[in-house]
């Protein structure tokens, strides 16, 4: 074998050994970039909880107790004139009216929000997709890697020892030589994007904490409101019957 | 003797008013239904102003007013008085809000009645 070639082998080696290290670490940042955006999907659909069921089961609560009080108050009035009885009608149909309208807007808010969810749902399924086919991959390599190992055993890997030359020598060194720069730069590359992807799920977690404190003081204003709503409530109770 | 009824959904509206004025916002509130108030004259000086003149103390204008509203008023009561009496202008006054534990309401004893009352009979 020249001195050439043995150079050339050994340096392969030597970045084979810094890229061994490299990918090994852009694995792990994988895994890290990976449990980071699980995390953010987690508290993400815990928001989506909060948001659509709890505090919007709340306020659906409220919306109707606020109507139901405004129906009794004005189901209270006792007009004595034709023209009093017709503003009774008319409002009683206006406070109606206004209640429609106002669920007839959320409904289409309430369309897009599930829209959205739709959206959601077709991505993650694609994410899965991904992942199946990344493990269709890995099943396959490993498949073809464990069938060299056996021919390899069995006396494949002992023969082309054998019939080694330098020509094929050469040719082997070449081609690692391509593969191994590959891999670097490939390797590289998916540094840069794990690292632009951190930056993303951290400022994704912060954006995702600073909607939980809204929710959560969304719900301390509805428990609020709801102390409103109820004192309105005994109020009007009392002129049905005083107890 | 019949029992107290005893209310948590109240709030304690308070205003200071360095020109007085609280009259005025004793009839505003009155004919709103609202009979839980009360106001007083106070000595002392607002900030930032003399207390006296020309050697002589300042008569003192300051009222502060306290009136119990149900929770449900008091938002928009509150508005009332922060706009309609000018409180949202520098040196009128101030009004704060707070959350009360119990209440009872204003009753008076059988056979007695408000002069109101009578006022409007």
Do not use: W
């Given at each position: 074998m020249s001195e050439e070639l043995q150079n050339q082998a050994q340096r392969n080696?030597?970045?084979?050994?810094?890229?061994?290290?490299?990918?090994?670490?852009?694995?792990?940042?994988?895994?890290?970039?990976?449990?980071?955006?699980?995390?953010?999907?987690?508290?993400?659909?815990?928001?989506?909880?909060?948001?659509?069921?709890?505090?919007?089961?709340?306020?659906?609560?409220?919306?109707?107790?606020?109507?139901?009080?405004?129906?009794?108050?004005?189901?209270?009035?006792?007009?004595?004139?034709?023209?009093?009885?017709?503003?009774?009608?008319?409002?009683?149909?206006?406070?109606?009216s206004e209640n429609l309208d106002h669920r007839s807007k959320v409904n289409r808010q309430l369309i897009e929000a599930s829209d959205k969810m739709l959206e959601a749902y077709r991505l993650v399924k694609e994410a899965a997709q991904i992942f199946s086919g990344i493990n269709d991959t890995m099943l396959e390599h490993c498949d073809d890697a464990a069938d060299r190992n056996a021919q390899y055993f069995d006396g494949e890997l002992l023969r082309q020892m054998q019939q080694a030359d330098a020509a094929t020598n050469k040719r082997r060194v070449d081609e690692n030589d391509e593969l191994v720069a590959g891999i670097r730069e490939r390797a590289q590359g998916n540094r840069e994007r794990l690292l632009a992807r951190f930056n993303a799920a951290a400022a994704e977690s912060e954006s995702l904490t600073d909607m939980g404190d809204r929710l959560e003081s969304q719900r301390s204003e509805i428990m609020a409101l709801r102390e409103k709503i109820d004192a309105n409530r005994n109020r009007v109770a009392d002129t049905i019957f005083k107890m | 003797m019949s029992e107290v009824q005893r209310l948590n959904y109240t709030r304690l509206i308070t205003c200071v008013l360095y020109e007085g004025g609280a009259e005025s916002i004793l009839e505003s509130l009155y004919q709103r239904g609202i009979r839980e108030t009360y106001f007083y004259s106070t000595r002392g000086k607002p900030i930032g102003r003399a207390s006296e003149a020309g050697n002589l103390p300042e008569i003192p204008k300051t009222e502060v007013l306290h009136a119990v509203v149900s929770a449900?008023?008091?938002?928009?009561?509150?508005?009332?008085?922060?706009?309609?009496?000018?409180?949202?202008?520098?040196?009128?006054?101030?009004?704060?809000?707070?959350?009360?534990?119990?209440?009872?309401?204003?009753?008076?004893?059988?056979?007695?009645?408000?002069?109101?009352?009578?006022?409007?009979?």
């Open positions: 080696k030597r970045l084979i050994f810094d890229s061994e290290s490299f990918v090994y670490q852009n694995v792990g940042l994988v895994s890290i970039a990976r449990g980071r955006a699980d995390e953010n999907f987690s508290e993400a659909m815990r928001l989506y909880t909060l948001a659509s069921t709890s505090n919007r089961e709340l306020i659906m609560r409220l919306t109707d107790d606020v109507y139901r009080n405004r129906m009794q108050i004005l189901d209270n009035l006792q007009p004595t004139t034709p023209d009093q009885t017709l503003y009774k009608v008319s409002m009683t149909n206006r406070d109606r | 449900d008023q008091s938002d928009y009561i509150y508005s009332m008085l922060y706009h309609d009496f000018r409180l949202n202008e520098p040196g009128v006054g101030m009004i704060t809000v707070h959350r009360l534990n119990l209440s009872s309401r204003l009753t008076l004893p059988e056979g007695v009645a408000f002069v109101s009352s009578l006022r409007e009979e």
